[in-house]
């Protein structure tokens, strides 16, 4: 257990639902991160927040819409994908030695 | 942050020592030296970081050469759960704008 919870573990959508995926961190950290893995493919950072603050978008297509509601919760709000954003989607939060805590991660599938 | 040249692929024998290394050439003073791994299909689990000395924890060693241009990280006794993809990220440990970059790492197979 590392203190960073993600739910659900696992989601199947089609291509016009909406769902959300939702990371929770129990560390009293200030920034969080999501970051998505395609199979094979090194980890690729996708947002970055800080104090609740967004401080990094690294071009991701709009159709993923994070928030941060408070420095303890992350959500990525999902419409729209295609099948190539079929991934495993993990949230991280980090702390003041720099040190990043992962979460298991949410294995999605697109359809 | 500096970048990181690890081999893509490593093997070692249950029970024997695991010598992971890592080149970071262009490291500046100021930055730390990560590790980090993941096993398949979970999150990425940190490892230990050092600057300058060498470090020891629970898990593994962290052996930084004088000039910090090299690193290695030693699992001393390695287990079949140690089979996993292993990151060393360099970055600065306070301040600044933090945009880690994690590679494609060493892949370690630990065989019986």
């Known amino acids: 257990e590392t203190g960073v919870t993600q739910t659900p573990r696992h989601l199947v959508m089609g291509m016009t639902n909406k769902k959300s995926l939702k990371c929770e961190q129990h560390?009293?950290?200030?920034?969080m991160y999501w970051y998505k893995q395609s199979a094979k493919k090194p980890l690729e950072l996708m947002f970055v927040?800080?104090?609740?603050?967004?401080?990094e978008n690294n071009s991701v297509p709009s159709r993923f819409s994070p928030e941060c509601p408070n420095s303890s919760h992350l959500f990525l709000h999902l419409h729209t994908l295609q099948p190539e954003d079929s991934a495993l989607y993990l949230c991280?939060?980090?702390?003041?030695?720099?040190?990043?805590?992962f979460g298991p991660g949410t294995r999605l599938l697109v359809l | 942050d500096a970048k990181t040249t690890q081999p893509p692929s490593m093997d070692c024998a249950e029970g024997r020592a695991a010598n992971l290394p890592c080149n970071h050439s262009?490291?500046?003073?100021?930055?730390?030296v990560y590790w980090y791994r993941q096993i398949h299909s979970q999150g990425p689990q940190y490892i230990i970081h050092?600057?300058?000395n060498n470090e020891t924890n629970e898990m593994a060693s962290l052996i930084i050469t004088e000039d910090r241009k090299s690193s290695t990280l030693i699992l001393p006794h390695a287990t079949l759960r140690d089979t996993a993809v292993y990151y060393c990220?360099?970055?600065?440990?306070?301040?600044?704008?933090?945009?880690?970059?994690f590679g494609r790492g060493t892949s370690l197979i630990v065989h019986p």
């Open positions: 560390l009293g950290h200030n920034a």
């Open positions: 991280a939060s980090r702390g003041d030695d720099e040190t990043q805590y």
């Open positions: 050092g600057l300058k």
């Open positions: 990220i360099v970055r600065v440990a306070a301040g600044g704008s933090y945009i880690p970059t």
């Open positions: 262009t490291i500046s003073g100021n930055e730390y």
């Open positions: 927040y800080n104090f609740k603050e967004q401080t």
